[in-house]
Protein backbone atom coordinates (compact mmCIF):
# COMPACT_ATOMS: atom_id res chain seq x y z
CA UNK A 1 0.00 0.00 0.00
CA UNK A 2 1.08 3.58 -1.01
CA UNK A 3 2.35 6.04 2.23
CA UNK A 4 0.93 9.12 2.99
CA UNK A 5 2.31 11.88 4.59
CA UNK A 6 -0.39 13.91 6.99
CA UNK A 7 0.74 17.18 9.40
CA UNK A 8 1.10 15.58 12.77
CA UNK A 9 -1.24 18.17 14.23
CA UNK A 10 -3.82 21.61 13.42
CA UNK A 11 -6.25 23.91 14.76
CA UNK A 12 -9.28 25.52 13.06
CA UNK A 13 -11.60 27.87 14.76
CA UNK A 14 -15.42 26.74 15.13
CA UNK A 15 -17.67 26.86 12.15
CA UNK A 16 -14.45 27.22 9.54
CA UNK A 17 -14.06 24.75 7.16
CA UNK A 18 -11.42 22.43 8.52
CA UNK A 19 -8.94 21.65 5.75
CA UNK A 20 -6.77 18.46 6.27
CA UNK A 21 -4.07 18.01 3.67
CA UNK A 22 -2.79 14.18 3.03
CA UNK A 23 0.13 13.59 0.28
CA UNK A 24 0.17 10.12 -1.22
CA UNK A 25 2.39 10.54 -4.23
CA UNK A 26 3.22 6.88 -4.69
CA UNK A 27 -0.31 5.99 -4.89
CA UNK A 28 -1.19 3.08 -7.80
CA UNK A 29 -3.71 3.74 -10.12
CA UNK A 30 -6.27 1.14 -8.37
CA UNK A 31 -6.02 2.46 -4.99
CA UNK A 32 -8.31 4.58 -3.17
CA UNK A 33 -8.16 7.36 -0.70
CA UNK A 34 -10.21 6.96 2.54
CA UNK A 35 -10.45 8.83 5.46
CA UNK A 36 -11.23 7.80 9.00
CA UNK A 37 -11.08 9.67 12.29
CA UNK A 38 -10.93 8.64 16.35
CA UNK A 39 -12.52 11.12 18.35
CA UNK A 40 -10.51 10.57 22.00
CA UNK A 41 -10.86 7.23 23.78
CA UNK A 42 -13.84 6.02 21.11
CA UNK A 43 -13.12 3.56 18.12
CA UNK A 44 -12.07 4.99 14.47
CA UNK A 45 -15.02 6.26 12.83
CA UNK A 46 -15.41 6.20 8.55
CA UNK A 47 -15.89 9.50 7.41
CA UNK A 48 -15.25 8.81 3.39
CA UNK A 49 -13.47 7.20 0.70
CA UNK A 50 -12.49 7.90 -3.17
CA UNK A 51 -10.63 6.94 -6.07
CA UNK A 52 -10.38 10.57 -8.12
CA UNK A 53 -13.08 12.18 -8.51
CA UNK A 54 -14.24 14.86 -5.59
CA UNK A 55 -16.91 12.79 -3.20
CA UNK A 56 -19.39 14.01 -0.50
CA UNK A 57 -21.23 12.78 2.09
CA UNK A 58 -22.69 14.25 5.16
CA UNK A 59 -20.00 14.14 6.92
CA UNK A 60 -17.41 15.86 4.56
CA UNK A 61 -15.59 16.10 1.31
CA UNK A 62 -12.87 14.54 -0.34
CA UNK A 63 -11.26 16.62 -3.10
CA UNK A 64 -8.32 14.73 -4.63
CA UNK A 65 -5.48 16.36 -7.12
CA UNK A 66 -6.12 15.46 -10.81
CA UNK A 67 -2.70 13.62 -10.30
CA UNK A 68 -3.76 11.78 -7.22
CA UNK A 69 -0.74 12.60 -5.56
CA UNK A 70 -2.29 14.14 -2.91
CA UNK A 71 -6.17 15.14 -1.11
CA UNK A 72 -7.71 17.09 1.02
CA UNK A 73 -10.73 16.44 3.87
CA UNK A 74 -12.68 19.22 4.23
CA UNK A 75 -15.34 19.59 7.26
CA UNK A 76 -17.47 22.43 5.75
CA UNK A 77 -18.33 23.62 8.60
CA UNK A 78 -16.41 22.60 12.05
CA UNK A 79 -18.14 21.88 15.59
CA UNK A 80 -16.11 21.19 18.80
CA UNK A 81 -17.38 17.54 18.27
CA UNK A 82 -14.92 17.16 14.94
CA UNK A 83 -11.86 17.40 17.33
CA UNK A 84 -10.01 13.96 16.73
CA UNK A 85 -7.33 12.93 15.02
CA UNK A 86 -7.99 12.21 11.57
CA UNK A 87 -6.27 9.55 9.21
CA UNK A 88 -5.71 9.40 5.54
CA UNK A 89 -5.09 5.65 4.27
CA UNK A 90 -4.46 4.38 0.81
CA UNK A 91 -5.52 0.89 0.26
CA UNK A 92 -6.74 -1.16 -2.80
CA UNK A 93 -10.47 -1.61 -3.17
CA UNK A 94 -11.55 -5.08 -2.50
CA UNK A 95 -8.12 -6.69 -1.99
CA UNK A 96 -8.99 -10.15 -0.15
CA UNK A 97 -7.14 -9.22 2.84
CA UNK A 98 -8.85 -6.02 3.57
CA UNK A 99 -6.77 -4.67 7.03
CA UNK A 100 -6.46 -0.70 7.23
CA UNK A 101 -2.86 0.10 7.87
CA UNK A 102 -3.10 3.46 10.55
CA UNK A 103 -0.43 5.77 10.24
CA UNK A 104 -0.13 8.53 12.95
CA UNK A 105 -2.73 10.48 11.68
CA UNK A 106 -3.41 14.92 12.00
CA UNK A 107 -4.40 15.69 15.32
CA UNK A 108 -7.36 18.23 14.67
CA UNK A 109 -8.14 20.75 17.51
CA UNK A 110 -11.43 22.79 16.77
CA UNK A 111 -11.13 25.88 18.82
CA UNK A 112 -14.31 28.05 20.71
CA UNK B 1 -29.42 -2.21 13.95
CA UNK B 2 -26.68 -2.71 16.81
CA UNK B 3 -22.76 -1.65 16.55
CA UNK B 4 -19.73 -3.74 16.94
CA UNK B 5 -20.59 -4.95 20.97
CA UNK B 6 -17.47 -5.30 22.37
CA UNK B 7 -17.23 -6.67 26.14
CA UNK B 8 -16.09 -5.72 28.94
CA UNK B 9 -15.46 -2.12 28.24
CA UNK B 10 -13.00 -2.13 30.87
CA UNK B 11 -11.14 -5.08 32.87
CA UNK B 12 -8.24 -5.13 34.99
CA UNK B 13 -6.06 -8.61 35.50
CA UNK B 14 -2.48 -9.30 37.81
CA UNK B 15 0.75 -10.37 36.19
CA UNK B 16 0.50 -13.57 35.32
CA UNK B 17 -3.81 -13.71 34.80
CA UNK B 18 -5.14 -14.39 31.31
CA UNK B 19 -7.63 -12.03 30.08
CA UNK B 20 -10.76 -12.65 27.13
CA UNK B 21 -11.34 -10.01 25.40
CA UNK B 22 -15.12 -10.78 23.12
CA UNK B 23 -16.33 -8.67 20.30
CA UNK B 24 -19.62 -9.74 18.23
CA UNK B 25 -19.52 -8.00 15.31
CA UNK B 26 -22.41 -5.99 13.13
CA UNK B 27 -25.16 -8.48 12.34
CA UNK B 28 -24.84 -9.76 8.59
CA UNK B 29 -20.72 -9.11 8.91
CA UNK B 30 -18.37 -11.76 8.60
CA UNK B 31 -14.96 -10.53 8.87
CA UNK B 32 -13.72 -8.93 12.14
CA UNK B 33 -10.45 -7.40 12.51
CA UNK B 34 -8.57 -6.78 16.38
CA UNK B 35 -6.67 -3.74 16.76
CA UNK B 36 -4.61 -2.40 19.88
CA UNK B 37 -3.61 0.98 20.65
CA UNK B 38 -0.90 1.57 23.66
CA UNK B 39 -1.15 5.09 25.98
CA UNK B 40 -0.49 8.35 23.36
CA UNK B 41 0.27 5.43 20.48
CA UNK B 42 -1.22 4.57 17.13
CA UNK B 43 -3.39 1.96 15.88
CA UNK B 44 -1.60 -1.08 15.27
CA UNK B 45 -3.39 -4.34 13.65
CA UNK B 46 -3.16 -7.24 15.35
CA UNK B 47 -5.80 -9.94 13.23
CA UNK B 48 -7.75 -10.53 10.61
CA UNK B 49 -9.96 -13.19 10.56
CA UNK B 50 -13.40 -14.31 9.32
CA UNK B 51 -15.89 -17.35 10.34
CA UNK B 52 -13.43 -20.31 11.72
CA UNK B 53 -10.60 -18.97 9.79
CA UNK B 54 -7.38 -16.88 10.48
CA UNK B 55 -7.10 -14.88 7.40
CA UNK B 56 -3.69 -12.66 8.60
CA UNK B 57 -2.59 -12.65 12.03
CA UNK B 58 0.82 -10.73 10.91
CA UNK B 59 0.31 -7.90 14.47
CA UNK B 60 -0.38 -10.32 16.65
CA UNK B 61 2.56 -11.16 18.94
CA UNK B 62 3.96 -14.63 18.54
CA UNK B 63 3.27 -15.55 21.93
CA UNK B 64 0.86 -15.50 24.36
CA UNK B 65 -2.06 -13.90 22.31
CA UNK B 66 -4.45 -15.83 20.59
CA UNK B 67 -7.85 -15.27 18.32
CA UNK B 68 -10.65 -17.22 17.05
CA UNK B 69 -13.94 -16.29 15.33
CA UNK B 70 -16.21 -19.59 16.20
CA UNK B 71 -18.68 -20.64 13.78
CA UNK B 72 -21.16 -19.04 16.32
CA UNK B 73 -20.68 -16.46 19.24
CA UNK B 74 -18.53 -13.52 19.68
CA UNK B 75 -14.60 -13.55 18.39
CA UNK B 76 -12.54 -13.70 20.97
CA UNK B 77 -9.27 -12.14 21.46
CA UNK B 78 -7.23 -14.31 24.14
CA UNK B 79 -3.88 -12.90 25.97
CA UNK B 80 -2.66 -15.36 28.39
CA UNK B 81 -0.42 -14.29 31.27
CA UNK B 82 -1.18 -10.95 30.54
CA UNK B 83 2.26 -8.16 31.64
CA UNK B 84 2.22 -4.67 32.29
CA UNK B 85 2.81 -4.13 28.71
CA UNK B 86 -0.44 -5.26 27.85
CA UNK B 87 -2.40 -2.37 28.87
CA UNK B 88 -4.08 -0.85 26.16
CA UNK B 89 -7.17 -0.16 24.15
CA UNK B 90 -7.96 -3.64 22.21
CA UNK B 91 -10.34 -2.41 19.25
CA UNK B 92 -12.48 -4.94 17.46
CA UNK B 93 -14.10 -4.05 13.85
CA UNK B 94 -16.06 -5.73 11.19
CA UNK B 95 -17.08 -5.62 7.67
CA UNK B 96 -19.71 -7.44 5.79
CA UNK B 97 -18.81 -10.98 3.05
CA UNK B 98 -18.62 -8.57 0.20
CA UNK B 99 -17.16 -5.51 1.24
CA UNK B 100 -14.53 -4.33 -1.60
CA UNK B 101 -15.07 -0.74 0.03
CA UNK B 102 -12.88 -1.58 2.23
CA UNK B 103 -15.47 0.39 5.24
CA UNK B 104 -14.77 -0.62 8.63
CA UNK B 105 -17.14 -0.64 11.59
CA UNK B 106 -15.36 -0.42 14.99
CA UNK B 107 -16.70 -1.08 18.26
CA UNK B 108 -15.82 1.09 21.49
CA UNK B 109 -13.27 -0.72 22.83
CA UNK B 110 -12.01 -3.04 25.52
CA UNK B 111 -9.74 -0.84 27.80
CA UNK B 112 -7.18 -3.62 29.48
CA UNK B 113 -5.08 -2.10 32.68
CA UNK B 114 -2.43 -5.05 34.33
CA UNK B 115 -1.53 -4.00 37.51
Known amino acids: DAKTTQPTSMDCAEGRAANLPCNHS???????VYWYRQIHSQGPQYIIH???NNETNEMASLIITEDRKSSTLILPHATLRDTAVYYC?????????????FGQGTRLTINP | NAGVMQNPRHLVRRRGQEARLRCSPM?????VYWYRQLPEEGLKFMVY????????ESGMPKERFSAEFPKEGPSILRIQQVVRGDSAAYFC?????????????FGAGSRLTVL
Open chain 2, 93 to 105: ASSPEDSGANVLT
Open chain 1, 26 to 32: TISGNEY
Open chain 1, 50 to 52: GLK
Open chain 1, 89 to 101: IVRVRGQGAQKLV
Open chain 2, 27 to 31: KGHSH
Open chain 2, 49 to 56: LQKENIID
